[in-house]
Each structure stands twice: as structure tokens, then as C-alpha cells.
């Protein structure tokens, strides 16, 4: 019997749905994105329960899904992802000594937090080993299970985002050798990964999201927000130069907002390979992959591939993902914006694989 599983990612600027089934081979063959006002959620905390909840039934709705089973992801800053280098033990030593070991890398108390980890590898010759931490804050859980709950969903896992991004790209699965980027754009901030042999290495929110790039094109045109996210998206040039249009034409005004919110990006992702690349002696990064809904900007990639010097690519869903000719060319298309709910989606018809 084939396998469903049911991703449900609930953004700061919307909730997206995808439904997942099969068994060696997968099919996407529900999805549906609604917006959320801004404000409804808090550095990845639900502040405005009845509209998210208002928006979940809404997806849930348009994309024709009935299972309650679902899988969630949380992100923010209340979300902690850290490596660290522990003396070598076994995995029951390791079980009893994280809780501890976490307080010197988590900026809260270790009982306001619930905490997970793997062991990555160990050194016999060094006796240490790499263990992956990861712990969000209860806050941010228990609001997202309030949510789930007042919808009559059953959360089957709670994922956070940089590790369902990495499988809705296919990344967890293939594996590359090299040092991968991801950088999914949210509305209000964007989440870089940085990964290695499926490992995730390095993981950053960084302050600049979809959000800001709205505000800086109002502020250049004078228009309202709807108006302005209107013309980001069917106006907007990643390589828009300023002299190809006239100083008082909408292209211009368009262009000089989102020049301005991508520059800052640009040297935000600059800052992030450096201190990677530190860290990891010298090591290149080989490529980016964007994801979210502003990665559709005309041009983003290439932007981003002059300013970092790296190859970029607009992500593209897993390999071993089909879908419905009837739906193919809008998920084809859109694939972008429904990257974290596919990747948790995927957790369920592919766990017993990893």
C-alpha cells in the first residue's frame, strides 16, 4: 500500500500544503498556498492563533487534502542548530550527557527547550566525535501544536525548516560531496543552509526576506503594499540597471527597490560563505540553491551569481518526485514557493529509507 504523507509549512507570509504518496516512486498529487497577513506570526511564533488557524482550513480546502496526519516545521530564532565536538562515548552516554553539553550552546535554559541530536561521526584517533544539536524554544512548539489541535490535525513530527528545505531539494537523499548552499526566502527573513554529504554544516537566518524587498519598492514608487508586491512580481528585474529606463517610468522606480533589498542579500550570503569557508579550511562552496516564492523574481538567479561569483540555480523538487500531467505544469512552475512543505511532506514516504 502505497504511502501518503502530508507537509503543512506555516509561514510568515502564508501557509503552503503539499500532499505526497507512493513507495519507491512519489507523486505530488495535492498542494495549495494561502497568504497570511502580516504580524500573525512572530519570529516563527504564532501571535495571531485565529488567523493561521483560519488559514490552515483554508489550505487544507483548496487542496482538496483529508488526511489529519501531518508534519510541521518551525523556524526562527527560537530555533538552534549547532555542531558540536564531544569526547568519544557510546550513544546512550551520549543521550545522558547532551542536556548538558547543550547549556554552553543555547541561549536559553535548557528546560525551556526540547532538544534533539545525531551523531555525525566519530575520530577514534582524536577520541571526540561530531554530534548535530538541534532545540527550538517550547514557546515556538507549543504554539504551532495550539494550531494544529484547534484544526483537528494530528502532528505526526515536527521538522524545523533548514532540514525539510534540504529534502524538498533532493539533498538529503543524493547526498553531492561538496559543499552545498540553500537559501529559502520567507517573507520576513530567509534561511541559509550549508551542506555536505546530506549533513547540514552550517545554518543562518539571515534579515532579509520578501518582505523588505515589497517595502523597498513602495518606497520608490508610492505605492500601497498589495500594489507594490504586485509590481515586485510582474515588473521586477533582478538585472534591472537603473540607465535601461527612464528616472520617472515604473520600471525604474520597481528596479531601484529591488536593486537595493538584493544588494543587501547578496552581502549577507558574502559574509555567511567567508565565515564558512573559515571554518572549513578554505573550503569553495560549489553552488546555490534558492527556494521561495521571491526566488521567481525575473533574473534572481543570475544576479546572484555575478555578485557571488558561484553558480546559482532557482531549486528544483526532488528527482524521484512526479506529478499528474493535470497539475505538472503549475507545480512545475510555483516549485519554488512549496520547497519546506514538500521536503515535509517527503518525511513520511521516505523515513524508513534514510
Known amino acids: 500500500m502505497a504511502k501518503v504523507g502530508v507537509g503543512l509549512d506555516i509561514g510568515t507570509g502564508g501557509v503552503k500544503a503539499v500532499r505526497v504518496s507512493g513507495d519507491k516512486t512519489f507523486q505530488v498529487n495535492r498542494f495549495a498556498a494561502v497568504s497570511l497577513d502580516e504580524g500573525a506570526l512572530d519570529a516563527g511564533v ?9 488559514a490552515v482550513r483554508e489550505v487544507l480546502r483548496a487542496s482538496r487534502i483529508k488526511q489529519k496526519r501531518v508534519v510541521v516545521a518551525i523556524a526562527g530564532q527560537a530555533v538552534v542548530v549547532r555542531h558540536l565536538k564531544m569526547p568519544l562515548m557510546d550513544d546512550e552516554e551520549v543521550a545522558n550527557a547532551i542536556r548538558w553539553e547543550a547549556e554552553r550552546y543555547i541561549p536559553y535554559p535548557v528546560d525551556e527547550v526540547t532538544l534533539d541530536f545525531e551523531i555525525i561521526g566519530r575520530d577514534q584517533d582524536e577520541s571526540e566525535m561530531e554530534v548535530l544539536l538541534v532545540c527550538a524554544h517550547n514557546d515556538i512548539i507549543h504554539s504551532h501544536l495550539d494550531v494544529l ?15 525539510a528545505m534540504m529534502r524538498g531539494l533532493g539533498i538529503e ?12 526566502i520567507g517573507a520576513g527573513s530567509s534561511d541559509l543552509v550549508i551542506a555536505k554529504a546530506g549533513t547540514p ?17 513602495a518606497k520608490y514608487t508610492g505605492l500601497e503594499r498589495d500594489g507594490a508586491e504586485t509590481a515586485k512580481e510582474t515588473i521586477g528585474d ?13 520600471e525604474y522606480q520597481v528596479n531601484m527597490g529591488i536593486r537595493e533589498g538584493l544588494k543587501d542579500l547578496a552581502l549577507e550570503l558574502r559574509r555567511s560563505f567567508d565565515y564558512y569557508q573559515l571554518q572549513h579550511k578554505e573550503e569553495n562552496i560549489s553552488r546555490l540553491i534558492l527556494s521561495g516564492g521571491s526566488a521567481l523574481i525575473r533574473n534572481f538567479p543570475a544576479f546572484l551569481a555575478k555578485e557571488l561569483e558561484t553558480k546559482v540555480d532557482l531549486g528544483v523538487f526532488d528527482e524521484r518526485l512526479r506529478c499528474p500531467q493535470a497539475l505538472f505544469e503549475r507545480f ?8 519546506v512543505a514538500l521536503g515535509l511532506a517527503m518525511r513520511e514516504v521516505t523515513e524508513s529509507e534514510d
Do not use: C, H
Open 149 to 163: 489541535w484547534e484544526t483537528g490535525l494530528q502532528p505526526v513530527a515536527i521538522d524545523i525548516q533548514p532540514f
Open 238 to 250: 533582478a538585472l534591472g540597471e537603473p540607465g535601461q529606463f527612464s528616472p520617472e517610468s515604473r
Open 173 to 184: 537523499y543524493s547526498r553531492p560531496a561538496e559543499s552545498v548552499a540553500m537559501l529559502d
Open 332 to 339: 512545475q512552475e510555483q516549485s519554488p514557493v512549496y520547497t
Open 46 to 54: 504564532v501571535a495571531d492563533r485565529k488567523a493561521v488557524v483560519t
Open 201 to 217: 554544516y552550517f545554518t543562518r537566518i539571515l534579515p532579509v526576506g520578501g518582505n523588505r524587498l515589497t517595502e523597498l519598492v
